[in-house]
C-alpha cells in the first residue's frame, strides 16, 4: 500500500507544474477542515451533533429555505474558520450563507475563491448514513479589491480544484486540481490522508443508475421514457437490466460511480417548477462534474455540458446527470429528441 501523503502528493504536483504554492495551501487547509468535521460526524449522538438548529422554538431556516442542521452550521464554521486568515484566498461562499464572505481587511488577500457544501446529504445525519463536504476553487478575477457575489459567477470550466470529502466508513478525500481524480483515505492514528486511489476511472458503461424514483410523477416527458426504458431491463429497448442505488447523499452516490460507474440523476420536476433543479450548481453540480470528467466520465444538465453553463446567481440550481459517459449521453440524447420533436 503506498504511503504518500496528501502533502508528499501536492509537494510533487507542485514539481509537476501542476498547482502553485497557494493553492497548495488553500487544498491543505480545506483537508485540515475536513479532518475535523470527520471527528465531529463521528462522534454522532457524543458529541451534541445531530439534529435541527432550533431558534426561537423554531428550526432555522438557510438560504435555500432548507431547514439546517447542527451539523450543517458547525461544518460551516469550521470551513469558514479554518479559512479565515487568508493569505490565499480572496473570498469564500457556501450553501449555508446568503452571500459570500471576503476575506476581513485585517488579513492578506489571495488569489482564489473558495466555495463549498459544507455537510452534502444533511437528511442523513441523524440516521448514521455516509454524508460530505464539496467544494470548489476558483480564480479571482485579476484587480478585484474586494470580491463580492458576481466575482463567482464563473462557469465550472474555470475551477483550478475541486472534491470532496466523504464521511463514510472510512474518511476519504477525492480531489482534482485538472490532472486526473485521486483518492485518499484518511489514517485516523496518523492523521493524514494518504493517497489510495491514483487516477480513478469511470466505465464509460454502465448497468447501474440513482435517482429518487418517488418524484417520477413530476418529472418531464423524456425523463419519464428514459427511465421507463431502464426499468423495461433486457426485454425493452436497451436489452440488458439495471440495478438501481440511491442513498440521497450526493457525495455517496458520486464516490460509487467513481469506483464502479454508474449514473446519478436529479432531474429538473414540476413539484416545484419555479426552481430549475434541487441540486447547487456552483457548490455541488460544478465541483462533482470537473472530479467525475477527469476521471473519464460526463456531466449534463440533460442538454448541455454542466461545466459549460454560464452561473447568473451564487445559489443557481440546476438539473444534474453524470457518471459513464456512454449512458449520460444516452440520458441527454433523450432529452435532445424530446427538443426536437415534442409530439
Ligand atoms: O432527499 P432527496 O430528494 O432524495 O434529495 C437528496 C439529495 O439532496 C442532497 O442531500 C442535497 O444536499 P444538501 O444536504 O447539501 O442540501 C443531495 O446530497 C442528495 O443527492
Ligand atoms: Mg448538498
Ligand atoms: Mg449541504
Known amino acids: 500500500m503506498s504511503s504518500i501523503s496528501l502533502t508528499r502528493f501536492l509537494i510533487e504536483e507542485e514539481r509537476a507544474g501542476h498547482v502553485n504554492p497557494d493553492l497548495r495551501l488553500l487544498i491543505e ?123 463567482f459567477l464563473q462557469p465550472g470550466r474555470e475551477q483550478v480544484a475541486a472534491g470532496y470529502c466523504i464521511y463514510g466508513p472510512s474518511t476519504m478525500l477525492v480531489l482534482t486540481i485538472g490532472h486526473g481524480t485521486h483518492a485518499f483515505t484518511l489514517d485516523r492514528e496518523q ?12 466505465p464509460e458503461e454502465t448497468k447501474e443508475f440513482a435517482i429518487n424514483v418517488s418524484n417520477q410523477r413530476h418529472w418531464e416527458a423524456p425523463m419519464q421514457r ?41 432531474p429538473w420536476d414540476r413539484k416545484d417548477p419555479g426552481k430549475a433543479g434541487k441540486l447547487r450548481l456552483m457548490y455541488e453540480a460544478n465541483p462533482m462534474a470537473m472530479l467525475v470528467e477527469q476521471a473519464g466520465g460526463a456531466a449534463s444538465n440533460g442538454r448541455e455540458r454542466i461545466m459549460d453553463i454560464a452561473p447568473s446567481q451564487l445559489h443557481q440550481r440546476v438539473p444534474v446527470f453524470l457518471g459513464s459517459k456512454k449512458e449520460v449521453a444516452e440520458a441527454t440524447r433523450y432529452h435532445l429528441e424530446h427538443d426536437a420533436n415534442p409530439a
Open 29 to 151: 487547509v480545506v483537508a485540515r477542515a475536513c479532518k475535523s468535521i470527520s471527528v465531529a460526524v463521528g462522534k454522532g449522538a457524543l458529541g451534541g451533533v445531530l439534529g435541527d438548529v432550533i431558534a426561537s422554538g423554531a428550526a432555522s431556516i438557510n438560504v435555500q429555505g432548507e431547514a439546517q442542521k447542527k451539523l450543517d452550521v458547525l461544518s460551516n464554521e469550521i470551513l469558514l474558520e479554518a479559512n479565515a486568515w487568508g493569505g490565499h484566498l480572496a473570498a469564500c461562499a457556501s450553501e449555508e450563507m446568503d452571500h459570500s464572505q471576503p476575506i476581513p481587511d485585517a488579513f492578506p488577500r489571495g488569489a482564489y475563491l473558495l466555495l463549498f457544501d459544507p455537510l452534502d446529504g444533511s437528511s442523513n445525519i441523524d440516521v448514521n448514513v455516509s454524508v460530505g463536504t464539496i467544494f470548489s476553487v476558483l480564480r479571482c478575477p485579476e484587480g478585484v479589491e474586494q470580491a463580492g457575489d458576481e466575482h
Open 191 to 202: 492523521g493524514s490522508f494518504v493517497l489510495t486511489q491514483k487516477g480513478m476511472r469511470v
Open 226 to 266: 428514459y427511465v421507463s426504458d431502464l426499468l423495461a431491463g433486457k426485454e425493452g429497448p436497451r436489452g440488458k437490466d439495471f440495478n438501481m442505488r440511491w442513498i440521497a447523499s450526493m457525495v455517496a452516490d458520486v464516490h460509487r460511480i467513481l469506483t464502479r460507474g454508474g449514473i446519478f440523476i436529479y
